[in-house]
């Protein structure tokens, strides 16, 4: 007779799935304000001089976000806590967590001070080209040290997402970006009603990122409390266990944030390029966060804690039943949305940011970069689940490894195709970094987690490319009669071709799913039938 261990497969992937659809669907409503939020900023302040210094500024507090919030210590975080959940010591793990907040309060409060005080040397090496523009340089500096305090709350609210995450709460953590799209998009309207100057704008700005931050942390707390997270209770910054995470977390900084360490090499290659390259490749690349973290990283976030589970009850079996299920859902999804934002690339960022002082020239260029970005989206997508898997069983050498060469790889991509390529060549050697870093990831966890059923894997996966490669065909035609090629096309039949060929691509895909015996699709539409049910 089999115990309960012996099969805990089903369950987890349950699990999952139910997480990710969870945490899917609030990154969702996420991205739809997000995707707000850079409408009215292209909309303000087009691709120039403004636009580049405040991508570049926010680039540096949001890469410490992922470095130290998202990236590290959520992921070394994670393990240890499930580890002490699963050996049934509660009450330890609640004083775990909020010795993490403090000592982490301390440790964000100090890195935000040296940030606000070497802001000029931080710009300096971050962007170098800005330094052939004094009054560029000055207002990226200035925003600088107006967002550089944003990392010590969104550092915070990371933490708590980890917390909630092994808790069984995925909501709140996802939805919580929300507040801070809302908290932008009011600040830019607010500073435009008392003057009409693009600094004062660009400021005014750069303090609703501060106001998103502090919303942002404050909805975590009641989640928090609820399942016997109490700040008020007496306990000093140090665990014992936090001896384990400090292990983890330092070489995790580049294991889980090599895909930003790249989009940041490009921002600061692209400082070098002719105006207005920075702010192409910023809008190009919330166009593939947009499946990236609805799918990705939402799937993403939901497998850690189940690995963790595993992998501190020695399961090794499950644990690879589980890669599997997460990485064919994945690629079931990002593949064919890869397809779509090629075909589509162009229509979408006319739909979305062609107004103001975002014109047809910045609407091409930066079409141009997403194309190069899409090419990428799978590997993007996949590179999240291999390395929440080594992170399961507390092996960050690997993905530090791997992360290394996949850095050096893009900048020496980066250098040599940006020169025939411009800021197209930084998008492409962006993606081909993160190809290597997954193949350098997968022949490694061949050889450690060797219970994985790879056949079914490839399988799905070509299974999956035939049904995107019929669907492209369909959405061709569909474009060709909806979205005329050359001429302005106005925005009601944008949104109608779009649509059209997003539904009818998407009707194609699945029907070729069900014909080809994709497991996955119907997952999907369990997720999508849940979702419309709620």
């Not at 002082?357 to 997508?381: E, I, K, P, V």
């Amino acid at each position: 007779m089999a115990s309960k261990s012996d099969n805990p497969t089903p369950t987890e992937n349950q699990n999952v799935t139910r997480a990710a659809g969870v945490v899917g669907a609030a990154t969702l409503l996420s991205r739809i304000f997000g995707y707000i939020r850079d409408m009215v900023f292209a909309s303000f302040f087009g691709a120039g001089m403004a636009a580049d210094a405040f991508i570049a500024a926010f680039r540096i507090p949001n890469l410490l976000r992922r470095l130290f919030g998202e990236g590290s210590l959520s992921i070394a975080f994670v393990p240890v806590f499930t580890e002490i959940m699963v050996k049934d010591n509660r009450e330890d793990a609640m004083r775990l967590a909020v010795s993490a907040l403090k000592l982490l309060l301390v440790s964000l409060t100090v890195v935000a001070v040296i940030g606000v005080l070497a802001a000029p040397l931080i710009i300096q090496i971050i962007a170098p080209g800005f330094s052939q523009s004094p009054e560029k340089l000055f207002l990226t500096v200035t925003l600088t040290r107006i967002m550089f305090p944003y990392v010590i709350l969104i550092g915070l609210v990371a933490l708590c997402m980890a917390i909630l995450n092994v808790l069984g709460h995925f909501a709140a953590p996802a939805i919580a970006p929300v507040l801070l799209n809302l908290a932008m998009i009011g600040s830019v309207f607010i500073a435009s009603r008392f003057s009409d100057s693009e600094t004062v704008r660009i400021t005014g700005l750069a303090i609703g990122v501060l106001l998103g931050g502090v919303l942002q942390l404050i909805l975590q707390a009641p989640y928090l409390i609820k399942h016997g997270v109490l700040f008020w209770k007496k306990s000093g910054l140090w665990h014992p266990a936090m001896k384990k995470v400090g292990i983890l977390i330092l070489p995790t900084i580049f294991g889980a944030a090599v895909y930003q360490i790249n989009i940041l090499v490009g921002t600061l290659l692209a400082s070098l390029l002719p105006a207005g390259s920075i702010s192409y490749l910023y809008y190009a690349d919330r166009l593939v966060q947009f499946p990236l973290g609805i799918f990705a990283q939402a799937a993403a976030t939901a497998v850690l804690p189940s690995l963790s589970r595993q992998a501190a009850n020695g399961d090794r079996k499950g644990m690879g039943e589980t890669f599997g299920h997460s990485m064919s859902l994945v690629l079931f999804i990002t593949i064919p949305a890869m397809v779509g934002l090629i075909i589509l690339r162009e229509p979408i960022v006319a739909l979305l940011f062609k107004r103001g002082a975002f014109d047809m020239n910045a609407t091409r260029l930066t079409s141009d970069a997403l194309l190069y970005y899409a090419l990428g989206l799978w590997a993007f997508a996949a590179v999240r689940i291999v390395v929440s898997t080594f992170y399961a069983m507390q092996d960050t050498r690997t993905p530090v490894i791997t992360a290394t060469i996949a850095i050096i790889a893009n900048i020496i991509l980066g250098v040599v195709l940006m020169g025939p390529m411009k800021h197209c060549g930084l998008a492409l050697a962006t993606s081909l970094s993160s190809v290597v870093n997954l193949v350098l990831l997968v022949i490694v966890l061949r050889k450690k987690l060797g219970v994985i059923r790879w056949r079914p894997l490839f399988s799905n996966c070509i299974k999956t490319l035939a049904a995107s490669g019929i669907m492209a065909c369909v959405v061709i035609v569909i474009c060709r009669f909806l979205i005329p090629l050359e001429g302005s096309v106005g925005q009601l039949r944008l949104l109608a071709g779009i649509g059209a060929g997003v539904i009818g691509g998407a009707v194609i895909f699945f029907g070729m799913s069900w014909m080809m015996k994709i497991p996955e699709w119907k997952i999907v539409v369990g997720l999508m039938k849940r979702s419309l049910l709620r």
